[in-house]
Each structure stands twice: as structure tokens, then as C-alpha cells.
């Protein structure tokens, strides 16, 4: 006797939501690569440009299947609960401040170390290179590209690996799985397999250090994605990835992009030697609801304003 196509489809869904909810982040990962994938190969073979094919792929390959899984795993409160960190707008001005030219500064003070006042020195010389190059580029790209990228891998995955490992040890797993989202990009700019892989490892190292200031970040503002969004963006300006121009303006060669990761790495071991490997982590059920943060100003691992 055939089975109704009707009679069978509750229970396919059903298995399919339940898989979901035992492996959240396995398939959260293979939704992001099949969708992201598609979407650059199909921007590829139509000849958009590499920004536009990365707005594409964030927006519809990665922050759709971050709220999927959301959805699957904990219904409609959970996705209003990650809608609201992603829109987390109410923290410390200091956080936006050290988030968007925190590490500029920083490169720019390392660089000084190798290269002298030149750096500086250009930076007043071409200053109002910050108004037309530095600030569009970031803000554009953290609109366009980084808010819905950091939906993804931390409003979503640090965030759901950190309560269940920890901060660090969640940083350290969503590296490799963030580097390797950027694999098949790699491969269309250049085809060649062994410098791909070999960009894909130096990807992942350097993604350990980016997740942790990330992740840093994230705790210290209450869970705001919002904010890491645009360090993550301006973290890309100042490697000159993407195509972004402005350090290469004041820090001419290579040299821009190393001093940066130099910097990055050097916060990332501060962050965790500081706060001890927590990286102002409080675990979610033990987090200050709005109201009760207003009061805990003092708070060193929790910023206190919260939205």
C-alpha cells in the first residue's frame, strides 16, 4: 500500500526539525556553505563585482540560515531574541569609538615603531581622506556586508558554542568554520588550489584572533552584534581587505596589513590574559535583564547599558 505524500511529509518535517535541534551549529554550517557558495558562483558567472557578490552572500547565505536554525531550535522568541542583539544599538559611546578606530590607531602607533612619523605624518597631510575614504568604506560595508555576516557567526554560532564551551574555546571553533566560508571567493579570484589552502590556513589563524576580539567585544557590550559588526569592518579596513584603500594611503605596501594582525593578535592575548580566558562572558541566564543593568555601572564585565 503507497503512503500519501501528505501522510508523510509531517513526519519528514518533523525528523528534519529534530536534526536541526540536536546539531544547531552542523547545520546552521551546511546551510551557509550550500547557500553562500551558490549565491557567489551564480554572482560570478553573471560578472558582479566582488562587493556585491560579499553583500549577497552575507545577506542571503549566511544571516538567513543563522535565523532558520534559530527558528528550528527555539521558535519565535529566540529569533526576536537575536534580532535584538543584532540591532543592540544602546551601549557606551566608548564602545563604537574603540570599535570603529581602535585598531587604527593602534596600527598606526605600531607602525610608528617601524616606519617613524611618516605615517602620521600622512594622515595630517591627507586627512580628509578619513571623511571621503576611511568612514565611507567602513560604515558601508558594515551596513551592506559585516551586520549580516556577524548575524551569522557571532549572533548565532560563538554566541550558542560560548554557552555551551565557553568564550575562548568558542572562538577557537568558529575560526576554521569562518575561514573557510571565504574558500570558495578565494578560489574564484585565483584558482589555484595550494595558494587558496594556504590562504585558508593563514585565514583560520588570524580568524582566532579576530574571534576573540570579537567575542570581547560582543561580552563587554552586553551582546551587542551591532558593535562587532563594525570592528569587523573597520578590522578590514585597516588590512586593506576587500578592497578597502584608506591604511594603504597612510601606510603604503604589505607592511599595513601585518602591523594590523600584529595588533590584533597582541589585543586578542591581553583579552584573554585580563579577563582569564572569560573575556567578560556571563552566561546567558545570568545575564542582567535591561532594567537591572541600569545599575550596575561598575560592572567590569558587563556593560551596563543594555537594550
Known amino acids: 500500500m503507497e503512503t500519501p505524500i501528505g501522510a508523510a511529509h509531517p513526519g519528514a518535517t518533523l525528523s528534519l526539525r529534530q536534526a536541526i535541534r540536536s546539531h544547531p551549529v552542523a547545520a546552521f554550517l551546511v ?22 557578490a560579499s553583500s549577497l552572500g552575507a545577506i542571503f547565505g549566511l544571516a538567513p540560515p543563522a535565523f532558520l536554525v534559530t527558528a528550528a531550535t527555539s521558535g519565535e522568541a529566540g529569533v526576536r531574541d537575536l534580532l535584538r542583539r543584532c540591532l543592540r544599538w544602546r551601549v557606551g559611546l566608548h564602545w ?22 611618516a605615517p602620521f605624518e600622512a594622515l595630517v597631510e591627507k586627512w580628509p581622506l578619513v571623511f571621503t575614504m576611511f568612514l565611507p568604506e567602513v560604515l558601508i560595508a558594515f551596513v551592506l556586508i559585516q551586520l549580516f555576516e556577524e548575524a551569522a557567526w557571532t549572533g548565532f554560532m ?19 568554520a569562518f ?38 567585544l560582543y561580552n563587554g557590550t552586553g551582546r551587542s552584534v551591532l558593535v562587532v559588526a563594525l570592528f569587523h569592518s573597520a578590522f578590514n579596513s585597516a588590512t586593506g581587505s576587500g578592497g578597502m584603500q584608506f591604511t594603504g594611503e597612510l601606510i603604503p605596501g604589505p607592511e599595513a596589513s601585518g602591523i594590523a594582525i600584529a595588533v590584533l593578535a597582541v589585543v586578542a592575548v591581553l583579552a584573554i ?18 532594567a537591572e543593568a541600569v545599575g550596575m555601572a561598575t560592572q567590569p564585565r558587563v556593560n551596563s547599558a543594555r537594550l
Not at 549565491?39 to 560570478?44: G, K, Q, S, T, V
Not at 570599535?99 to 616606519?115: D, S
Not at 554566541?159 to 577557537?172: F, N, V
Open 273 to 290: 590574559l585580563l579577563t582569564r580566558g572569560r573575556l567578560w562572558y556571563t552566561p546567558e541566564h545570568a545575564a542582567p535583564r535591561p
Open 158 to 176: 560563538q554566541h550558542t558554542l560560548q554557552e555551551r564551551h565557553g568564550p575562548l574555546l568558542a572562538s577557537i571553533m568558529v575560526a576554521p
Open 96 to 117: 563604537y569609538v574603540l570599535a570603529l578606530l581602535g585598531l587604527l590607531v593602534a596600527t598606526l602607533l605600531g607602525a610608528r615603531v617601524f616606519l617613524g612619523g
Open 31 to 52: 546551510m551557509a556553505y550550500a547557500f553562500g557558495g551558490a549565491i557567489l558562483l551564480a554572482a560570478n558567472y553573471f560578472g558582479l563585482p566582488l562587493r556585491l
Open 179 to 216: 575561514a573557510l566560508a571565504h574558500l570558495t571567493g578565494t578560489l574564484l579570484e585565483d584558482p589555484r588550489i595550494t595558494l587558496a589552502l594556504a590562504l585558508l590556513a593563514v585565514q583560520a589563524i588570524v580568524g582566532i584572533f579576530l574571534r576573540v576580539v570579537i567575542m570581547w
